[in-house]
Every structure is written in structure tokens, then in C-alpha cells.
């Protein structure tokens, strides 16, 4: 075989594996709505009952995952500065906490949860008192979702940050910008890309978090935690009707995500 | 006029000593030196960037050593030039004339001069991106120059431009310090732009000033020496081509 020969059945090989796992990822996509019963979805949008629990859950999926991508966006921009442009002892302890939640286990994760902010829980007592519960309440979907989704903020927005000269912050400063005025001026219009990106990474992390959920939070219910129970009290059909629109809903913002991403 | 005294700031393994460094109101300092001796460091803790251990920075009499960057008067030029790609060059330049609330109407005018003096009124309305070294240099200059600081500290300003953008930027820098008469500590490489440019040269090597002389003075001490190397191969150069 000559060098050429060579060179091109390699060629072949790349993108033999390349299309597999190409088709691994799409055929399930396809298949959902290969699936799709015309008469399932009759069923269950068609019902008053079914179709209300779709919509409410839709809003608490949609409503738990914005909240918590703002709670993040306001507690995960100045983290993300601190640890990209600050070095103090401890720095890699504190990187390590923000980066836990990617390797929990989800339903690890919710009980840790449990244990911190439960009412039984460390901080439970005092949550109480200001008349906060996480259990079986909407702050108990918001806080699993900011939990699960905090690394993706953060670290898009570090990296997002750290890719800046730092000279060019240095200069707003001496030209006469505080530091808040110098981020809101130069770092966070330079970094934009980057906070909007890791917002919606976060929101749409959110937004497929279950495990956790069943856990802290069953009600009120997400989405997520309907179609589970579609699929284990109605069956396949009924779980595919909700899962194709839902489905439609995470495309679009993969597609939105695609757009905004740094290139 | 800005004095250091007794400066000393530590970082990791390094250390930066100043005894003593004035710069006279008007005068133009260039600060010569090996690379990683601590010249950016004396830099940016006269700019307020680094916290110094001890010593005292004054300007103009005030003793600056605490005072945020926003409150110390300086304007820097880095080697990067670290001009905002969001903004167009007339907000690049007008940014500190916003933060000092100039009004409108007086920061255009400003903004309108300085960008004449500097020969890049035609290009304002541009992003930084659009602009060529020698233009991104230009524009950094006017947008420190400006505010009208009491001391311009620039950092390598000319290290990265093409010999033909250099020459450029040197008679650019000695004309507006000619008109303008500011304050200036210039770091440089570079021997030739110390005896074009400076009123008088510092020489530092490992965190410390070895000399502080007049340019001519300069090239009579031992630390001139690895410099006029250099021009010594050049004329070397040009005599074996001639014979």
C-alpha cells in the first residue's frame, strides 16, 4: 500500500467512527418521533386534565430553570471573576466545590441537598425560621437546578474572563473607572459571549435535571418528573408525546446555544 | 513631579527595590533594562495595579501609595495597547473624558484635537480590530494623553510595530511631548529610543536602579555596553561589506 493509499484508508476509518457516533446520538432523536402517536398526543393535549398537568409542569420547569439561571448569573458572574482573575490561598479548594456538583451522582446530589437544606437538615432550622422549605416546593426545584448547574455558569464565565487582557481592565482603572465601573464597562461587554452562553448551558442543564428532583422536590412537578410518570402510569405512547415536544423545546435552545457560542 | 521612595515589592521569588526615582514635572524618564528585571512591576505599582510592601509613591506632592488606580491622575499605554474592541475609537478615546464627566460638547472637541494632533482623526468612527499596529499605538496614546495625566507611563509602547511604524512613532512621541510637555516614564528594549526620546535614562537590573544619568551620561557607563554590542556588529557589518 502506498503512502497515499495508506493516508486514505485511515481517512476511511475516521469517518467510519466519526458517522457512528454521529447516528448513535441522531437515531434516538428520529426515533422519538418515528414513535410519535398521532393518537397518544390526541390523548393527552386533547385532555383538560392531561394537557393542564403538561402546562403546569411546563411552567415549573420553565420558570424553576429561569429563576435559577438568574440566581446564578447574579452569585456566578462575580465568582467566576474572583477565580479567574484573583489568586488566594485556598483557590483550587474553592474551584474544586464549584466543579463538585459535575461529578455528584444526581440522586447523590439530592440527598446532599437534603442533608444541607432540609427541613432535618443542617441548615433546615434556620431556613425554617425564615420561612423557607426545599422540600416538595418550588425552592426546592429552583435550588436543585442552581446546584446541578452551577459549574457550567461559572466555569464558561471564567473562561470567558480569563481569555481577556487583563491590561485592558488595568487601563479603564487608570483612567478613572472603579472596579465595578471597569467590569460593567470593558470585562462584562468583552465577555458577553461567554455569560451568555454559560446562562443558557446552565438554564438548559436546569431544565434536564430529574434526579435530583425526585429526591428534594417531586412536586411541584417538572416536566421531566411527568414524563416518568406518564411512562410508568399511562405507558410508552403518552411518555413520547411529551418527550417529542419537549424535545422540540431543547433543540431549539441547542440551536440558539449554537449561535451564541464564542467561535 | 513623581518620586518613588523606598519602594519594595515582593513577588514569589522576586523582589523590587527602589531607593529613590524622581521624575521631574515635564521631564521624559525612559527606563532601560533586561527583560524580567521588574520594570512593567515599577510600572504598575506607580499606576496603582500592584499593592507595593513598603515605600512611598508621591505625585504631585501627594502621597499616592494607597490611592486606587481611578484617583492617581496616571495614564498607561501597555505593550498591548489593551484598547476596548467594543468601543469605536472616539469612545475608546473619550472614555476617560465620560468618567471625569466632561460634557458632551467639550469631550467631542477634545476627543477631535488629540485625534488631530495625532493624525487619526479619519479614523474614529473605526472598531480597534480595523486598525493597523501603528494605528492601535496611535489611538492607545491619544486616549492616555486626553485625560491630560500628570505622569503617561508606557510600557514597551513601540515593541511591537514593524522598524518603518517604529521610526514613525518615535518622532510622533517626541513631537507631542515637545507640544504637550507631559510627564513621562517610557520602558523600552531599546537604546535608540532612550537617547532619542529621553531627558534622562534609568537603568535597572535585578529589581534594583543600577543608574539614573543623562542619555549621554548613559553611554558611558558599563551598562551600555551589551547595547553598543549590538551597533558594534552592525557597523562591523556594513564595514566587511564595504571592504
Same mark, same amino acid.
Given at each position: 500500500m502506498s503512502p497515499v493509499e495508506r493516508v486514505e484508508a485511515s481517512l476511511v476509518l475516521l469517518y467510519a467512527a466519526s458517522s457512528l457516533l454521529v447516528l448513535f446520538l441522531l437515531i434516538p432523536l428520529v426515533s422519538l418521533y418515528l414513535r410519535l402517536s398521532p393518537e397518544a398526543m390526541a390523548r393527552v393535549f386533547g385532555s383538560p386534565v392531561l394537557a393542564s398537568q403538561v402546562r403546569d409542569a411546563l411552567a415549573t420547569s420553565l420558570a424553576a430553570s429561569v429563576a435559577s439561571t438568574l440566581l446564578l448569573l447574579v452569585l456566578g458572574v462575580p465568582l467566576a471573576y474572583v477565580l479567574a482573575r484573583r489568586e488566594f490561598p485556598g483557590k483550587g479548594l474553592v474551584e474544586a466545590v464549584v466543579d463538585l456538583p459535575f461529578v455528584m451522582p444526581h440522586a447523590v446530589a439530592g440527598i446532599m441537598l437534603l442533608t444541607a437544606?432540609? &427541613? %432535618?437538615? @443542617?441548615l433546615g432550622p434556620l431556613l425554617q425560621r425564615a420561612g @423557607? %422549605?426545599?422540600?416538595? &416546593?418550588f425552592l426546592g426545584v429552583v435550588a436543585v437546578m442552581a446546584f446541578v448547574s452551577a459549574p457550567l455558569l461559572v466555569d464558561t464565565v471564567k473562561a470567558g474572563i480569563a481569555s481577556i487582557d487583563p491590561m485592558v481592565e488595568a487601563v479603564a482603572r487608570t483612567l478613572g473607572a472603579g472596579p465595578v465601573r471597569a467590569f460593567l464597562d470593558v470585562t462584562l461587554p468583552m465577555a458577553w459571549r461567554h455569560v451568555a452562553a454559560g446562562a443558557l448551558l446552565a438554564w438548559a442543564r436546569g431544565l434536564s435535571e430529574v434526579g435530583a428532583l425526585l429526591v428534594v422536590a417531586y412536586y411541584p412537578k417538572t416536566l421531566n418528573i411527568l414524563i416518568l410518570e406518564y411512562l410508568q402510569v399511562y405507558g410508552l405512547p403518552y411518555a413520547v408525546a411529551v418527550s417529542a415536544a419537549y424535545a422540540a423545546l431543547a433543540a431549539a435552545v441547542f440551536i440558539a446555544l449554537r449561535r451564541l457560542l464564542p467561535p | 513631579m513623581i518620586a518613588v521612595e523606598g519602594l519594595e515589592l515582593r513577588l514569589g521569588g522576586f523582589t523590587l527595590r527602589i531607593d529613590r526615582l524622581v521624575i521631574e514635572r515635564g521631564e521624559y524618564l525612559v527606563l532601560l533594562g533586561p527583560s524580567g528585571v521588574g520594570k512593567t512591576l515599577l510600572v504598575l505599582s506607580i499606576a496603582g495595579l500592584m499593592r507595593p510592601q513598603r515605600g512611598r509613591i508621591l505625585i504631585d506632592g501627594v502621597?499616592? *501609595? #494607597? +490611592?486606587p488606580p481611578e484617583r492617581r491622575g496616571v495614564a498607561l499605554v501597555p505593550q498591548s495597547y489593551a484598547l476596548f474592541p467594543h468601543m469605536s475609537v472616539r469612545d475608546n478615546i473619550a472614555y476617560g473624558l465620560r468618567l471625569r464627566g466632561v460634557p458632551e460638547r467639550e469631550r467631542r472637541e477634545r476627543v477631535r484635537r488629540i485625534a488631530e494632533l495625532l493624525g487619526i482623526a479619519h479614523l474614529l468612527? #473605526? #472598531? !480597534? =480590530? *480595523? +486598525?493597523s499596529g501603528g494605528e492601535q499605538q496611535r489611538v492607545a496614546l491619544a486616549r492616555a494623553l486626553v485625560v491630560k495625566p500628570r505622569l503617561l507611563l508606557l510600557d514597551? !509602547? +513601540? =515593541? =511591537? +510595530?514593524d522598524p518603518a511604524s517604529r521610526a514613525n512613532a518615535l518622532q510622533l512621541l517626541k513631537k507631542l511631548h515637545g507640544e504637550l510637555g507631559f510627564t513621562a516614564l517610557h520602558v523600552t528594549h531599546s537604546l535608540a529610543e532612550a537617547l532619542y526620546l529621553a531627558d534622562k535614562v534609568a537603568y535597572m537590573e535585578g529589581g534594583v536602579l543600577r543608574c539614573v544619568c543623562t542619555p549621554r551620561g548613559f553611554l558611558e557607563t558599563r551598562y551600555a555596553r551589551p547595547y553598543l554590542e549590538e551597533h558594534r556588529l552592525v557597523e562591523e557589518a556594513l564595514r566587511e561589506d564595504g571592504g
Amino acid at each position: 500500500m502506498s503512502p497515499v493509499e495508506r493516508v486514505e484508508a485511515s481517512l476511511v476509518l475516521l469517518y467510519a467512527a466519526s458517522s457512528l457516533l454521529v447516528l448513535f446520538l441522531l437515531i434516538p432523536l428520529v426515533s422519538l418521533y418515528l414513535r410519535l402517536s398521532p393518537e397518544a398526543m390526541a390523548r393527552v393535549f386533547g385532555s383538560p386534565v392531561l394537557a393542564s398537568q403538561v402546562r403546569d409542569a411546563l411552567a415549573t420547569s420553565l420558570a424553576a430553570s429561569v429563576a435559577s439561571t438568574l440566581l446564578l448569573l447574579v452569585l456566578g458572574v462575580p465568582l467566576a471573576y474572583v477565580l479567574a482573575r484573583r489568586e488566594f490561598p485556598g483557590k483550587g479548594l474553592v474551584e474544586a466545590v464549584v466543579d463538585l456538583p459535575f461529578v455528584m451522582p444526581h440522586a447523590v446530589a439530592g440527598i446532599m441537598l437534603l442533608t444541607a437544606y432540609g &427541613s %432535618r437538615g @443542617l441548615l433546615g432550622p434556620l431556613l425554617q425560621r425564615a420561612g @423557607l %422549605r426545599i422540600e416538595d &416546593s418550588f425552592l426546592g426545584v429552583v435550588a436543585v437546578m442552581a446546584f446541578v448547574s452551577a459549574p457550567l455558569l461559572v466555569d464558561t464565565v471564567k473562561a470567558g474572563i480569563a481569555s481577556i487582557d487583563p491590561m485592558v481592565e488595568a487601563v479603564a482603572r487608570t483612567l478613572g473607572a472603579g472596579p465595578v465601573r471597569a467590569f460593567l464597562d470593558v470585562t462584562l461587554p468583552m465577555a458577553w459571549r461567554h455569560v451568555a452562553a454559560g446562562a443558557l448551558l446552565a438554564w438548559a442543564r436546569g431544565l434536564s435535571e430529574v434526579g435530583a428532583l425526585l429526591v428534594v422536590a417531586y412536586y411541584p412537578k417538572t416536566l421531566n418528573i411527568l414524563i416518568l410518570e406518564y411512562l410508568q402510569v399511562y405507558g410508552l405512547p403518552y411518555a413520547v408525546a411529551v418527550s417529542a415536544a419537549y424535545a422540540a423545546l431543547a433543540a431549539a435552545v441547542f440551536i440558539a446555544l449554537r449561535r451564541l457560542l464564542p467561535p | 513631579m513623581i518620586a518613588v521612595e523606598g519602594l519594595e515589592l515582593r513577588l514569589g521569588g522576586f523582589t523590587l527595590r527602589i531607593d529613590r526615582l524622581v521624575i521631574e514635572r515635564g521631564e521624559y524618564l525612559v527606563l532601560l533594562g533586561p527583560s524580567g528585571v521588574g520594570k512593567t512591576l515599577l510600572v504598575l505599582s506607580i499606576a496603582g495595579l500592584m499593592r507595593p510592601q513598603r515605600g512611598r509613591i508621591l505625585i504631585d506632592g501627594v502621597d499616592a *501609595t #494607597r +490611592l486606587p488606580p481611578e484617583r492617581r491622575g496616571v495614564a498607561l499605554v501597555p505593550q498591548s495597547y489593551a484598547l476596548f474592541p467594543h468601543m469605536s475609537v472616539r469612545d475608546n478615546i473619550a472614555y476617560g473624558l465620560r468618567l471625569r464627566g466632561v460634557p458632551e460638547r467639550e469631550r467631542r472637541e477634545r476627543v477631535r484635537r488629540i485625534a488631530e494632533l495625532l493624525g487619526i482623526a479619519h479614523l474614529l468612527d #473605526r #472598531r !480597534p =480590530s *480595523t +486598525l493597523s499596529g501603528g494605528e492601535q499605538q496611535r489611538v492607545a496614546l491619544a486616549r492616555a494623553l486626553v485625560v491630560k495625566p500628570r505622569l503617561l507611563l508606557l510600557d514597551e !509602547p +513601540l =515593541s =511591537s +510595530l514593524d522598524p518603518a511604524s517604529r521610526a514613525n512613532a518615535l518622532q510622533l512621541l517626541k513631537k507631542l511631548h515637545g507640544e504637550l510637555g507631559f510627564t513621562a516614564l517610557h520602558v523600552t528594549h531599546s537604546l535608540a529610543e532612550a537617547l532619542y526620546l529621553a531627558d534622562k535614562v534609568a537603568y535597572m537590573e535585578g529589581g534594583v536602579l543600577r543608574c539614573v544619568c543623562t542619555p549621554r551620561g548613559f553611554l558611558e557607563t558599563r551598562y551600555a555596553r551589551p547595547y553598543l554590542e549590538e551597533h558594534r556588529l552592525v557597523e562591523e557589518a556594513l564595514r566587511e561589506d564595504g571592504g
